[in-house]
């Protein structure tokens, strides 16, 4: 190439998989049209966070997929320093005549969406919070202090502008309470540009470090004893007009009796989703009490141990709390691939729905596990009785393709066995080096 010339702009074209990592292929965008696809294997989706296909999943070196472009979810990336600008856009896996993939990730989660507006008449708005840590940093780090945030500069500024351009409306951008950790959050949307935004923003955040010769991990555990990162999912419901149905102001926590019975799915199948909202062996050394991480399964006020949390709403100059009130899913992590997370979130508190289950017990104030809360239903302890609990729900399973739970299961078995003998710094060391 001569120089000074830029290279083409390549649009990538993305799907993400059960290790949550964003996989797919490149093409150069000129070449690109309304009707491109690209083509995908489908045992890909056996590759797991340790980046090989594991033994015994039911796809092997036969079968082609095709991987079609959602054109609504073309996004731009522009700004990080040092990078070309590159577009990317993400693709539902279909059959090679154009039929959905029946294990594709993101075909799970638009089916939720789908289903709860015919079924139910109900819409979810979602928005995503990421905790991750500067590996880089060694000084002292103050939690939320305007010197960690200066320290950073202008990587802040910067992320918050390449997020602002690629249209996934940051909203905060802060030193956490970790050590030497950060969070940054976008704002509400429907479930499925969510989670394509969460897919973004990790990628984004990853590339931005790097190119200031830093690195980012999100990782449930990078140093034990130094904090947690966890992955929150914000999720708000309304009627299909946009009516919001959440708020009832004469029902405990002020959460209305169909938001109640939708939170009641979500902990009733809690156990069993655990697996796939923490989906890795350091997972569990998260899920612990007392790290404003949640050990149980239940739904609390403003309560930051909850599993699922009523959030505040910001009432000053006499602002309507009813559109803002709204539930927190605090139990997830960075193994979780966001699609998967947010359609099983939909399925369960369906499911709820479907039966017209009671809203669950509050928890008002503090959590008191050695005395009133002392009975709230327990989460899974480990990856491997979280997949054993998965496996022992049949309504849970029943959501999914069964080679799509024969897939998981194998990834997760593999990866278990090869991370959980380790002493705990090395068992973190294995995930930073993917997360
Ligand atoms: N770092 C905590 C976690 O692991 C959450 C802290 C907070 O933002 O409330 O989820
Ligand atoms: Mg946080």
Redesign the pocket.
């Known amino acids: 190439m001569t120089a000074g010339t830029a290279p083409d702009e390549l649009v990538f074209v993305a799907t993400s998989d059960i290790a949550a990592r964003t996989k797919g292929r490149a093409m150069r965008l000129a070449d690109f049209d309304d009707g491109t696809s690209l083509g995908w294997v489908p045992a890909n989706l056996g590759i797991g966070p340790l980046g090989h296909i594991v033994d015994d999943i039911p796809f092997g070196s036969h079968g082609d997929l095709r991987l079609l472009p959602d054109l609504a979810s073309r996004t731009r990336i522009d700004g990080i320093p040092g990078a070309h600008p590159v577009t990317i856009m993400f693709a539902d896996l279909v059959e090679t005549d154009g039929t959905p993939w029946s294990a594709c990730p993101r075909t799970f989660l638009r089916r939720a969406v789908e289903e709860l507006e015919r079924e139910h008449g109900l819409r979810v708005r979602c928005a995503f919070?990421h905790?991750f840590v500067d590996m880089a940093e060694t000084g002292e780090h103050h939690p939320f202090s305007f010197a960690g945030f200066r320290r950073l500069e202008p990587i802040g500024s910067e992320l918050m502008t390449i997020l602002d351009r690629a249209g996934i409306e940051p909203e905060t951008w802060l030193p956490?309470?970790?050590q030497h950790q950060f969070?940054v959050t976008f704002g509400p949307t429907d479930p499925v540009t969510a989670g394509d935004r969460a897919i973004l923003v990790r990628d984004i955040v990853y590339d931005l470090f790097a190119a200031h010769g830093r690195e980012a991990s999100f990782a449930p555990v990078v140093s034990p004893g130094t904090?947690?990162?966890?992955v929150?999912v914000h999720f708000g419901l309304s009627d299909l007009e946009g009516r919001p149905i959440a708020y009832d102001a004469d029902r405990p926590g002020r959460l209305s009796a169909l938001a109640g019975s939708f939170a009641a799915g979500i902990i009733r199948h809690a156990p069993a989703l655990t697996a796939l909202f923490a989906p890795l062996v350091t997972s569990y050394e998260?899920l612990r009490p007392h790290?404003?991480?949640t050990a149980r399964a239940f739904l609390g006020v403003q309560n930051?141990e909850a599993l699922l949390r009523i959030c505040p709403t910001n009432e000053i100059d006499g602002r309507d709390p009813a559109p803002q009130l709204h539930l927190e899913f605090?139990g997830s992590d960075i193994g979780a691939n966001p699609w998967l997370l947010v359609g099983a979130l939909l399925r369960a508190g369906m499911q709820g729905l479907r039966e017209g289950l009671e809203a669950p017990p509050l928890v008002i104030g503090e959590l008191d596990l050695d005395g009133a809360h002392r009975e709230l239903p327990r989460l899974p302890e480990s990856l491997d009785e979280a997949l054993d609990c998965l496996l022992a729900d049949d309504i849970v399973t029943g959501w999914f393709d069964p080679a799509f739970l024969a897939t998981f299961e194998a990834i997760k078995r593999d990866e278990s066995v090869f991370v959980r003998g380790r002493p705990l710094a090395e068992q973190c060391e294995v995930y930073t080096r993917v997360y």
Do not use: D, I, K, T
Request: overall charge negative.
């Open positions: 919070e905790e956490e309470y970790g969070e904090g947690n990162n966890g929150h998260r790290s404003w991480s930051r605090r």
